[in-house]
């Protein structure tokens, strides 16, 4: 009998003697990092409703109760049943049984309703049919990103237990090694922005924290050819963990399984959705473009099918040496700093991932209360002694001034924006300037991406920040439904309606103009003295954002009809940068990140910056706080303990 099928039996024996006497347990399973109780008896653990934490508690286990298939009542007759449970406010649009599991998926426009107070209306689900209830949202915008990974994993379903039994093997094996280390290596984001991508080592354990591409720079990917990562091949890794869904941290996640990869990926419920959108997209820009994508769609689905997300501030077990805690990140939807537990508390790793620490209109700001934290890995991005940004109100100011004035000169405003979480950001605020008449009601086109983006947004509202999920869940109050939005589907013709049209605001992807749709509207509207472009975002080094931002005025963009020959633009309209909108903290917040943590970190690693980013941050926490401080290369390996 192996170590894991010993562990079950013994798991199974002591919650059999934790239960009452009318309750039996029929087998117990792991299923990634949840222990399974099946139960002929659902509704006499429903009935009890502390007794599914006292056991979580005993056990130090995530614990879910599930049916065995045996006692399940008939689907048609159950449906009825739960129906009359659950509230008609709740606005129910599907109700999906799977006998396999005995689960009931219920989709509602108000999840919180079916949940019930402290999950009330659940176990009275589970009390009247037996079934377990899993409750997701309605989107109110629909998105065809969240409705295809939704189906795609209902057809996946026994694979994907497959793969989650196996999951919860690896997690719960016997540890091999008496050795206490732990080893970081870089392969990626160091002294530079853009293919994050870091190992974290132990000797029982090897974790992959992102693996992205670098913006404006094709060919540079990060290092996984290295013994630490997949040169020691793909079976090798433990688990991938992803902090968020931005191309330059999760471009080359599928990659891995295209090397061979067959393991799960931890991330947020909508960074799993965002990575599918954004790397679809990653592909047809790549293919448009000529290039041939590094890995096929197929890919994409691999990676979604063996995510396993995770919510903010659940202690997760990933491995038999290192536990797993998401925090808000503030940076974007889904956005964590990522946390590691290693060993019987012997050492403890934080990644930031990209963050930004004070509120903003979309989200809280980044989570930096941690247990402990010896060794933390920082993004830098405007750690530069000087990257001190504006502040919000003002910078939103300067947009609406800059706003009026093109409206006035009868111009239009393109905004190259990233697709997730700026675009949101500035949806907010021009929203906002319109229903106060700050600036002129007119059309806000949204081209690429952005309107999906947006309805991904609202799926999940409470990952964004207090007072927009309340204005969410009352449907007359959204303000991404406002009616001056307006979704361009991608056709030149409608492109060119907007340019022959009046006074407008167009947002567009790329954000760095590095490719896509913002190409097509520089040549719509590049050469209208009238018209304004308006950064709001960061411009990476290399990009062609960054070049036009630092004055140039003869633009290379390929010719409409023709086969990937370029010709030259030259820019007349007008040039202007909104700081203040960034997803990034800025020099200011990255030091207050650092200083308010109680207590704080023994060392840290900056990275995600340029070399004078890097340094800059580096040297001031060592000199303010007197903490160990690195500028990490590439390919550098970090000993502790």
């Keep these: 009998m192996s170590s894991v099928e010993k562990q079950l039996e013994d798991l199974k024996a002591e919650i059999d003697g934790e239960l009452p006497s009318d309750i039996t347990v029929s087998d117990v399973k792991y299923e990634g990092p949840e222990l399974v109780v099946y139960t002929r008896h659902p509704k006499e653990f429903a009935r009890n409703g502390d007794l599914v934490r006292k056991l979580a508690s ?4 995530r614990i879910t109760v599930r049916p065995d298939p045996d006692v399940l009542s008939d689907p048609r007759e159950a449906r009825e049943k739960v129906m009359s449970v659950i509230p008609e406010e709740a606005g129910v649009t599907d109700l999906d049984f799977h006998a396999d599991t005995g689960e009931v998926v219920i989709e509602a426009e108000k999840p919180g309703m079916v949940i ?11 009390k009247e049919v037996g079934w377990t209830p899993e409750v997701v949202r309605t989107p109110p915008i629909e998105s065809s990103t969240v409705s295809n990974v939704r189906n795609f994993l209902k057809q996946e379903r026994e694979e994907r237990r497959d793969i989650l039994e196996r999951v919860g093997r690896q997690i719960h094996r016997e540890e091999m090694s008496k050795d206490e280390w732990v080893r970081i290596t870089t392969l990626g984001c160091c002294r530079e922005v853009g293919r994050a991508s870091f190992i974290l080592n132990t000797p029982e354990t090897r974790i992959l924290i992102d693996c992205g ?10 290092y996984l050819q290295v013994p630490e990562a997949l040169g020691a091949g793909p079976q090798n890794i433990d688990a991938v963990v992803l902090t968020h869904a931005h191309l330059d941290h999760s471009a080359l996640i599928p990659l891995l399984f ?12 909508p960074t799993r959705d965002l990575m599918g959108l954004l790397t679809l997209d990653y ?28 919510e903010y501030g659940d202690v997760t077990d990933i491995a038999p040496d290192v536990k797993l805690t998401f925090h808000n990140a503030g940076h974007i939807l889904g956005s964590a700093v990522s946390h590691f ?30 247990p402990r934290v010896e060794t933390l890995v920082m993004e830098s991005t405007y750690g530069g002694r000087n990257d001190y940004q504006t502040d919000q109100e003002d910078s939103e100011k300067t947009l609406v001034d800059v706003i009026n004035r093109t409206h006035d000169q009868g111009g239009k405003v393109l905004i190259p924006a ?10 907010l605020v021009l929203e906002e300037a319109m229903r106060k008449g700050k600036i002129p009601s007119m059309p806000v086109h949204l081209d690429g991406m952005i309107w999906e983006a947006t309805a991904i947004h609202t799926t999940y509202p409470e990952y964004l920040r207090d007072d927009l999920r309340d204005r969410i869940f009352h449907e007359d109050e959204n303000p991404f439904l406002a009616e001056e939005f307006n979704h361009i589907d991608g056709g030149e013709d409608e492109r060119q309606d907007v340019t022959d049209g009046g006074p407008a605001i167009i947002l567009s992807t790329s954000g760095m103009v590095t490719g896509g749709p913002i190409m097509s509207w520089l040549r719509h509207l590049g050469t209208d003295p009238d018209s304004n472009l308006v950064f709001v975002g960061y411009q990476a080094q290399g990009t062609l954002g960054r070049r036009i931002q630092s004055g140039w005025d003869e633009i290379p963009v390929s010719d409409r009809n023709s086969s990937g020959r370029t010709s030259t633009l030259s820019l007349k309209m007008g040039v202007e940068t909104v700081d203040g909108f960034s997803g990034h903290a800025d020099r200011q917040g990255l030091e207050n990140f650092v200083s308010t943590m109680n207590p704080r970190p023994e060392k840290v690693l900056c990275v995600h910056g340029d ?13 303010d706080y007197n903490m160990r401080t690195f500028a990490p290369k590439n390919l550098e390996t970090f000993r502790f303990k």
């Design 418 to 427: 990233f697709a997730v979480g700026r675009s949101q950001e500035i949806m």
């Design 283 to 310: 592909l047809d820009v790549a293919s448009k473009e000529g290039r041939t994508p590094p890995y096929e769609s197929e890919m994409v689905r691999e990676a979604i099918k063996h995510c396993i997300p995770l």
């Design 258 to 269: 295209k090397y061979g990869y067959d393991g799960p990926i931890y991330c947020t419920e």
């Design 341 to 370: 537990h290693i060993g019987d508390g012997l050492y403890n790793v934080a990644f930031s991932g990209d963050i930004h620490y004070e509120d903003t209109r979309l989200f809280n700001g980044a989570v930096n209360d941690f």
């Design 611 to 623: 070399e004078r980013s890097v340094q800059d941050l580096s040297s001031a926490l060592y000199h």
């Design 58 to 61: 005993k056990l130090r286990k």
């Design 213 to 222: 591409d670098k913006p404006g720079a094709e060919g540079e990917v990060p």
């Design 116 to 126: 019930g107070r402290h999950g009330s209306t659940l176990r009275e689900i589970t």
